[in-house]
């Protein structure tokens, strides 16, 4: 068998280098594009830290699972069963606690954003 290419044309005609037409006058940049042209990607304290003003009490909520967690793995290795469910059930509550904020937080501020 014959070793066949296909050539498809090509959707524009072909022109020599230096005759393409010059392009139109784009006009002053939008207003909306400022903060995202100047804008540098952030690090990852600095997400954090902004983050954390926009919602406090996410981080916070966060703060208190771990505390919470962390008491009743050692209650239950120290063998007080009873403070260990304790803490589980503080800890179901700190997460309830952070997902509510977390909830408010969206909703607050797309009604800021409007």
Do not use: C, W
Request: hydrophobic residues 35%; without cysteine.
């Amino acid at each position: 068998m014959a070793d066949k290419t296909h050539q498809y044309p090509s959707k524009t005609p072909s022109r020599p280098a230096g005759q393409y037409p010059a392009p139109g006058p784009i006009g002053p940049r939008p207003r909306e594009l400022d903060d995202f042209i100047s804008m540098r990607p952030l690090t990852f304290k600095e997400k954090l830290i902004m983050k954390t003003k926009e919602n406090p009490f996410v981080p916070i909520g966060g703060a208190l699972t771990v505390v919470a967690l962390s008491m009743g793995i050692f209650n239950l290795y120290k063998g007080d069963s009873r403070k260990q469910q304790l803490m589980m059930r503080f800890r179901i509550g700190a997460q309830g606690f952070t997902v509510a904020a977390l909830l408010l937080g969206v909703v607050y501020h797309n009604s800021k954003k409007r």
